[in-house]
């Protein structure tokens, strides 16, 4: 294989490893770690999500990789002071926490001992983000490779050894994963200083504040969409519920890892078909491709009391009524990309950025109506409202980008099926919320789909692999 090539399959293998490893323990501190303090950690990971995007201003995302490619003799410098530049915001957010710790820690739900965890992690693991996107850069994968694995076995090994030896397990828990994030992200701190040797140059930062700083709501709203629903839980109703939430959203998530891979294999392809006026390919393969993700989110919706016994104690089995209406959630995060890849050809980013603040604010509306009346089960559906919103706002921009741009093609996609096709995974998720109780209906369900992909595994494959050689 050509080291492109190579290097995209290790960086697929050190994500998928990461991740699985992360969801594999899962089991284990569920059932070590009471439902209160399991969601006292769900709720610190959703705080630095959306921390992150303040205290760092997301500068490795992006704009790092075009600084790359813009000023390639000079590297160095550039990582050393976009370091220094995310250094800089990072302290100054934690001096205005100093100033009123009570007014923060109330907001956030957390003592001040989560807190300065949570500012040690953010001063120090944007420099191994650095590192991690100049090795990408390069096509470099054998040191991520070992750094992964440290990451991946070493925050659940020391996790489990922490919180079974001390009987303050909450605390246990997220300082021994802040701990092995933070000795990774020092060294690289340390390392990414001494090879640039600048903490500050105006001409770095100002390139950075001028590409990102427009593109934080973006980034902030998405986070929001992702992450609002447990904080809010949390602060409304108790952790125990932001726990048994967070179980259930995390489990129907994981097919994301398998979604956005497609999706990523997918971008190209549009790409190129756009470019050289291919239309009905992407046509085709959209159907495809949907058929493949909505199938497996029905079936990932049927093995739902399954997955929570699997994946949790006794304590959290009232998840399963979340897990239907996130996997559904999950098909609308695969369907609107499908408009935005369209968005991000043409360069159209305020489009993007318009959708995702609209989607974040529906959101935390939404959730502070409904949670109210119907309790944590309401995020799982307010989530899958609004991500129901963001296909449909892509779409809109999306047709009126097609009238400017592409004014010969009414339409990309085959709007018919895919109104459908969704009409069929909503439909499915009543179904199976329904059925959870009749396990041998669910069971028919499943096999009915896998019958019918057994029969067209031979066209499913020859699909698959003609995208990859697009």
Known sequence: MSAPVKASVWFTICNITQKGISLLSTPIFTRILTTEQYGVYSVYQSWYSIILILATLNLYSGVYNNGLTNYPEDRDRLTSSFQGLSTTVTISLFIIYLLNTEF????????????????????????????????????????????????????????VISVLSTEYKAEARVLSYVLVQVIVGLVFYIYNFRKGKTFFSKKYWSFALKFNLPLIPHYLSMTVLNQSDRIMISNMIGSSEAAIYSVAYNIAMMMTVVTNAINNSFVPYTYKSIKEKHYDG???????????????????????????????????????????PVAASVYFMFLYPLFGNVEFYFEKTNFIMIASCCGAVANVVLNFIFIQIFGYYAAGYTTLACYILFSFAHY?????????????????????FVIGFSIVVLIAMVVMTMT????VLRYGIVLVILIFAFIKRNEIIKKLREMRKK
């Open 396 to 416: 809109c921009f999306y047709k009126r980008i097609l009238k400017e741009k592409i004014p010969e093609m009414n339409n990309l996609y085959d709007m018919r």
């Open 282 to 324: 992407i046509r085709r393969n959209s159907n495809f491709l949907l058929i493949l993700v909505g199938g497996t989110c029905i079936i990932a919706m049927a093995f739902g009391p399954e997955l929570i016994k699997i994946f949790a104690s006794a304590d959290y089995y009232d998840a399963i009524w979340v897990i239907p």
């Open 104 to 159: 923060w820690n109330n907001i956030f739900g957390l003592s001040s001992i989560f807190v300065f965890a949570m500012f040690a992690e953010l001063l120090f693991v944007p420099a191994y983000s650095f590192w991690t996107v100049q090795q990408r850069y390069d096509y470099k994968y054998k040191g991520i490779v070992v750094v992964t694995a440290f990451l991946a076995l070493g925050s659940p090994i020391l996790g």
């Open 436 to 439: 959870y109780k009749t396990i």
